[in-house]
C-alpha cells in the first residue's frame, strides 16, 4: 500500500511537474527531501503540543517536569542557529563554564564573584550571528501559566538579577559576545507592561552587549509559527490532521 500510495501521487503529478520532480533528484537524494517535509510537519505538531502544555490548563503542565523538559528538547523555537548549553536548573557558575569551556572553546580560570552565582537557571543557549560572527547567548526563565496567570514586578528583578550576575563578571561581558534574556508567561501585570519599551518585539532595555525582552507565550508560539510559514503554505500540509496528544 505505501508503494501504490507513492504511484498514484507521481501519476497525479502533470508534465511539467513530472520534469521538476526528475531534475530535483538529480541534485538531491529523495530521502533528504522526506526527511526535511518530515522535519516541518514534526515542528508544526510540536507547537500544536506546545500550545495545549500552555493554553490548555485541564492539563495541569507542570513548570519543570513538563515545560521546562519540552522546551529544552525543542530549543529550535528561538531559531536554527543556537546550540544547547544547559537547562533544568543549573547554577549560573556551572552553566557558565560549560559555555566557555564547551562553546568557545576557553579554559576557564576566573572564579564567579557575585553574590548570585548559584542562582539556577531555566534554559540557556548559544549560537552566532550570521553576519558578524559573534557569539549570541539566550538565557530563558520561563512561567508555567497554570500557576502564573500574570507575570510581575517579582519575576523581571528575578531575571534582571540573571543579568546582573553575567553583566557584572569580567569572563564573560565582553563586547564581543551578545546576550538576550527572556522572561516568558501568559501574560503580563500592567507594572511590567509599562516596561516594555517595544511592544512589537517585547524588548525592555537594551545595552551593548545584551537586550532584555518579556515575552507571552502566545508570542513565542506565533513567532514560531512565522517563521514556518512560507513553507506550510508552500507544502499545504493539513494540519487539522497532524495529531496532537490528549493529555501529558
Not at 520534469?19 to 505538531?45: C, F, G, H, M, P
Not at 569551556?101 to 531555566?122: A, F
Request: glycine share 4%; with cysteine; charged share 30%.
Amino acid at each position: 500500500k505505501p508503494l501504490l500510495k507513492i504511484i498514484e501521487a507521481v501519476v497525479e503529478l502533470s508534465d511539467d511537474e513530472r520534469q521538476d520532480l526528475v531534475k530535483i533528484l538529480e541534485t538531491t537524494r529523495l530521502n533528504y527531501i522526506v526527511a526535511t517535509i518530515k522535519l516541518i510537519s514534526d515542528r508544526l505538531l510540536m507547537l500544536n503540543h506546545l500550545r495545549q502544555i500552555v493554553f490548555n490548563h485541564e492539563w495541569g503542565a507542570q513548570e519543570v517536569k513538563h515545560l521546562q523538559v519540552f522546551i529544552s528538547k525543542h530549543f529550535w523555537i528561538f531559531g536554527e542557529e543556537y546550540r544547547f548549553v544547559c537547562a533544568e536548573e543549573v547554577k549560573f557558575r556551572e552553566a557558565l563554564l560549560k559555555y566557555r569551556q564547551e562553546v568557545l572553546g576557553v579554559e576557564s580560570t576566573g572564579e564567579i564573584d557575585h553574590p548570585d552565582k548559584n542562582r539556577e537557571m531555566d534554559l540557556f543557549l548559544s549560537g552566532k550571528d550570521f553576519r558578524t560572527g559573534t557569539p549570541l547567548n539566550i538565557v530563558v526563565e520561563i512561567k508555567n501559566p497554570t500557576t502564573i496567570k500574570k507575570l510581575h514586578q517579582k519575576q523581571t528583578s528575578q531575571i534582571e538579577q540573571y543579568m546582573d550576575v553575567i553583566l557584572q563578571t569580567d569572563e564573560f561581558n565582553s563586547s564581543k559576545e551578545q546576550w538576550e534574556f527572556y522572561l516568558i508567561g501568559q501574560d503580563y501585570d500592567s507594572i511590567v507592561e509599562r516596561k516594555i519599551n517595544d511592544k512589537r518585539t517585547g524588548l525592555v532595555n537594551e545595552g551593548d552587549n545584551y537586550k532584555f525582552y518579556v515575552k507571552k507565550w502566545s508570542e513565542i508560539v506565533g513567532d514560531a509559527e512565522n517563521r514556518m510559514r512560507f513553507l506550510l503554505e508552500r507544502l499545504k500540509i493539513e494540519r487539522d490532521n497532524i495529531s496532537t496528544p490528549d493529555s501529558l
